[in-house]
């Protein structure tokens, strides 16, 4: 065995990651109690679906309030940005009779408009994004109550599907499984082990430590068992004509790919990293962080717009309070997935497991038929213990 990996063990190796595993930990105890507490509700294919479908927004959003949190800054906006982008995109379908895919792209460029709008005053006027999106959230909450006088249905059956159905059952079904979501699963697992080897090796030829032989299986281990666990259940989703791995899955999906890409793997990711870290040295460095700002909060929009054209296809139906409080499920998810307070440190795979613990108490404690109001109750003391952790954990290592 090589020297570099003696230097490892799979304990030290775990020990290095204690963080990132005891959130994956938190959402598993969490699945277990919630599983018990609902009599087994929690775990039903088609609400495990029903999951996906409805905190699709929280993911969403958390890409992008990720990357902004990273670079010290916050968005307040994105809730009311998503009322009213959906009210236009609907009054456009109805009202307006446009197509439904041009309205959608209406949509996106409207959230685009108004990330560079936003950005413009945070990174060439230098006001605070914090106050920035406050006075984004008061005005585009204002104007989305002024465009709808009431709810606007969208009787449109294509632009609904996006988030009510599943992907094609192309490979018909296995016995009483979806073949698609069989496939994907195992093609799930074999992409996760190929990248976590390729990782490996990289990292051994230029030079750098490498995690031992056994802590690279026990990730592939823990993923494949994940993987097969979801797996199974959006098989078996669904009913007798349609099922398997919904629509909206999928644009999550590839969102958080893209965005991972983009932060992991691009100039502009490191440069966000950089100025998070500290924003003087990034200056000094040479970094134009005016531009990564104003970047960030026109990524920001977009998502905006995908989040709203997500609700509005769930909802079927746009309203002035549509988006209401979805700031705060995007930012808990990012602090509850390991994003640090201070900046700098922060990734979108931890965001969705955070998105993942914020829907799981969502879903667990509607099931349980918790009032509402206690449950914005249970997110906020989350939110608090999830940012205590992240403190204490940084004064230990101090």
């Known amino acids: 065995m090589n020297n570099k990996e003696n230097k490892g063990s799979l304990l030290s190796s775990l020990t290095e990651n ?19 507490l609902t009599g087994g509700l929690l775990l039903q294919p088609n609400t495990v679906v029903q999951l996906v479908q409805q905190n699709a927004y929280v993911v969403i959003l958390a890409i992008g309030m990720v990357m902004v949190i990273v670079a010290t800054h916050i968005d307040l906006s994105v809730g009311s940005l998503v009322g009213f982008i959906g009210g236009i995109v609907a009054l456009l379908m109805q009202d307006m009779h446009f197509n439904w ?11 685009i408009i108004i990330g560079i709008w936003q950005g413009i005053w945070v990174a060439f006027v230098g006001i605070p994004g914090f106050i920035t999106t406050l006075a984004g959230m008061l005005i585009f909450r204002g104007l989305a109550t002024t465009m709808i006088n009431a709810s606007i ?66 990730k592939i281990v823990i993923a494949a068992v994940i993987i097969l666990a979801l ?43 950089a100025v998070g870290g500290n924003r003087r ?4 460095s040479g970094i134009n962080t005016k531009r990564v700002d104003f970047s960030l909060f026109v990524h920001m929009g977009f998502l905006s717009g995908v989040a709203a ?10 309203s002035a309070s549509t ?16 994003t640090a307070v201070t900046g700098g440190i922060g990734t979108v795979p931890g965001v969705v497991i955070g998105a993942a613990v914020i829907g799981v108490i969502n879903q667990g404690l509607s099931i349980m038929g918790v ?28």
């Not at 959130?23 to 969490?30: N, P, R, S």
């Not at 999906?253 to 990711?269: A, K, M, P, Q």
Request: proline share 3%; hydrophobic share 55%; glycine share 10%.
């Open 371 to 398: 009032d509402s109001a206690l449950i914005q109750s249970i997110k906020g003391l989350v939110l608090l213990l999830a940012v205590a952790i992240d403190i204490f954990s940084k004064r230990k290592k101090s």
């Open 101 to 111: 895919f041009l309205s959608i792209l209406i949509g996106l460029l409207i959230g």
């Open 18 to 36: 204690t963080r990132q595993y005891g959130i994956v930990g938190a959402l598993i105890v969490i699945i277990i109690v919630f599983q018990i």
């Open 323 to 338: 988006g209401t409080s979805f700031e705060m499920d995007a930012i808990a998810a990012c602090f509850v997935g390991g």
């Open 281 to 284: 040295a990034a200056m000094l």
């Open 231 to 273: 797996t199974y259940e959006f098989a078996s989703s669904g009913n007798d004509t349609q099922g398997g791995i919904p629509i909206m899955l999928v644009i999550v999906g590839v969102l958080v790919l893209i965005y991972n890409f983009i932060l992991t793997r691009t100039v502009f990711g490191r440069h966000v990293y």
């Open 309 to 318: 054209i997500a609700m509005l296809s769930r909802l079927s139906s746009a």
């Open 153 to 218: 249905p969208v009787n449109n059956s294509s632009f609904n599907a996006i988030a009510a159905n599943y992907l094609p059952n192309i490979f018909g079904f296995w016995g009483p499984f979806d073949g698609l979501s069989i496939v994907v699963g195992l093609l799930c697992i074999a992409a996760f082990a190929w990248i976590t080897f390729r990782k490996r090796n990289q990292a051994y030829k230029v030079g750098l430590d490498v995690e031992p032989l056994s802590a690279s299986y026990t």
